[in-house]
């Protein structure tokens, strides 16, 4: 099959990281490029996070200039201390981990 005949699929979308707010339990997730998929992150996506992230840190405003993200709506001044980030995913996750991520 040559590259012009190949089938295309379209990209999945799915979560890459979770911010969770754990006083709250509010939650909004982001993609691979740090663009906010909603401020509301569901539950089952939030307790996937929870379960199954690669990677957790605490909030640090410094480290994020790196990568800013769009805080979430619910961010009281964009005051994201006390906050979670969640992982879902890295260079060693299978495509069938891209499966299992629950939609945002």
Request: charged share 25%; aromatic share 10%; net charge negative.
């Amino acid at each position: 099959m040559s590259a012009e005949t190949a089938l295309q699929f379209p990209p999945i979308e799915k979560p890459y990281l979770v911010l969770l707010e754990p006083a709250s339990g509010r939650a909004a997730a982001y993609d691979a490029q740090n663009r906010l998929l909603t401020d509301r992150a569901s539950e089952r996506l939030v307790a996937f996070a929870l379960e199954r992230h690669v990677h957790s840190e605490y909030w640090d405003d410094l480290k994020d200039l790196a990568a800013p993200r769009q805080p979430p709506s619910w961010a009281p001044g964009e005051n994201l201390s006390g906050c979670t980030l969640y992982w879902l995913r890295n260079g060693w996750s299978k495509f069938r981990d891209l499966l299992d991520t629950p939609d945002a």
